[in-house]
């Protein structure tokens, strides 16, 4: 079956302007994550959903950031303002559920963010 | 003080040869469990292997194995029989109990290098 989508695969903008990068889980995987790897690092947390609802966004770092999913599914990372730092690859995970013996989170490929 | 600790930044190995990947971890939860994934350089996270804090056996998964020493807190990944396909880099995980969230911490990573 398909895996966990992302688009568009690289973004390049100019500092300041506003980026949407958009995350589709696997069809039925009710949780979905969103994660910021920069060069050389671990991914980290930024926020994950479970259904529509924002289930915990602390790991987002300011106000610029933003997310969305509307109806369960598909969701959309929104960046204000962006700044060099933003630059990063931007990892989408989704799960079946978020309790359980083993949830394992299924990655998409990434969107790779560069802020010029 | 951080909450995965990779301390090797790169690994040689040679091919059809065993390699031990390092991974400590801090935790007061005494639920959590933990995670290994490599990442090859198309940049997907593939999930390898997964740890119960209960589990009383270590996990195994083909040729990956889990050495798990909960009291040394640490969950180092073993790979038999190494083929050049596993050069990637490799990443140590938590998901903490509840209270964490189901969000997923993640080490800085060991690069691996499997030589012909």
């Known amino acids: 079956g398909a895996g966990v989508s992302q688009t568009p695969s690289n973004k390049v903008t100019e500092k300041g302007k506003y980026v949407e990068l958009r995350c589709d889980p696997i069809?039925?995987?009710?949780?979905l994550y969103w994660y910021r790897q920069s060069l050389g690092q671990g991914p980290e947390f930024l926020i994950y959903?479970?259904?529509?609802?924002?289930?915990?966004d602390s790991g987002l770092p300011n106000d610029r950031f933003f997310a969305v999913r509307p109806e369960g599914s598909v969701s959309t990372l929104k960046i204000q303002r962006t700044e060099r730092g933003d630059s990063a690859v931007y990892l989408c995970?989704?799960?079946?559920?978020?309790?359980?013996?083993?949830?394992?989170?299924?990655f998409g490929p990434g969107t790779r963010l560069t802020v010029l | 003080a951080q909450k995965i600790t990779q301390t090797q930044p790169g690994m040689f190995v040679q091919e059809k040869e065993a390699v031990t990947l390092d991974c400590t971890y801090d935790?007061?939860?005494?639920?959590?469990?933990l995670f290994w994934y490599k990442q090859p350089s198309s940049g997907e996270m593939i999930f390898l292997i997964y740890?119960?804090?209960?589990?009383?056996q270590n996990a195994t998964e083909g040729r990956y194995s889990l050495n798990f020493q909960k009291a040394r807190k640490s969950a180092n990944l073993v790979i038999s029989a190494s083929q050049l396909g596993d050069s990637a880099m490799y990443f140590c995980?938590?998901?903490?109990?509840?209270?964490?969230?189901?969000?997923?911490?993640f080490g800085g990573g060991t690069r691996l290098m499997v030589k012909p």
């Open positions: 740890q119960g804090s209960y589990d009383q």
């Open positions: 935790t007061s939860d005494p639920s959590y469990g």
């Open positions: 995980a938590m998901r903490e109990g509840r209270r964490g969230g189901n969000m997923l911490t």
């Open positions: 069809s039925g995987h009710t949780a």
């Open positions: 995970a989704s799960s079946p559920r978020t309790s359980g013996r083993n949830n394992e989170q299924f």
């Open positions: 959903f479970q259904g529509t609802g924002a289930a915990d």
